[in-house]
């Protein structure tokens, strides 16, 4: 029988990068897990994937031992990577900051499509162009 966690901590970590500064500190302290053993995992697991951020679930067990799995980056840290972006506009409806082609799209939601809720390619499309559109960026999914 499998063990169940007693807590479940979930962050936003960039890959390689996780010390035992806040966030992860703060998170993990009240825990009782070895926050150092924590990040030197953490941190050889991810060391390929270096600069995206990773959202992180971390189940905690009884005993203070502890596992944890990664997630694909969230959807506005992609988009932001493919235009080269700092930030989306302020105002989405009225700035728009940037523009996705068919490609850029494309290659989105190839990478995101183990965390989305879609069926095929064209779903996780429209899914990528709907997060740009709230971002304040333009796609040529819709015209």
């Known amino acids: 029988m499998a063990k169940k966690p007693t807590r479940v901590v979930k962050l936003q970590l960039k890959a390689g990068q996780a010390n035992p ?3 992860v500190g703060t998170a993990l302290g009240p825990t009782g897990i070895q926050i150092a053993d924590f990040c030197k995992q953490f941190n050889d697991k991810t060391k390929d994937q270096m600069g995206k951020v990773l959202p992180t679930v971390i189940n905690i067990y009884e005993d203070r031992s502890f596992d944890f799995y990664t997630k694909q980056p969230p959807m506005t840290w992609w988009i932001k990577d493919a235009l080269k972006l700092a930030s989306g506009s302020k105002e989405a409806h009225k700035t728009k900051v940037g523009h996705l082609t068919l490609d850029q799209l494309k290659v989105i939601a190839e990478g995101k499509m183990p965390d989305l809720n879609a069926n095929d390619l064209d779903m996780a499309m429209s899914i990528v162009a ?6 304040g960026i333009t796609s ?3 015209k």
């Open 21 to 23: 500064a806040p966030p």
């Open 130 to 135: 709907g997060s740009a559109r709230s971002m």
């Open 140 to 142: 040529d999914l819709r």
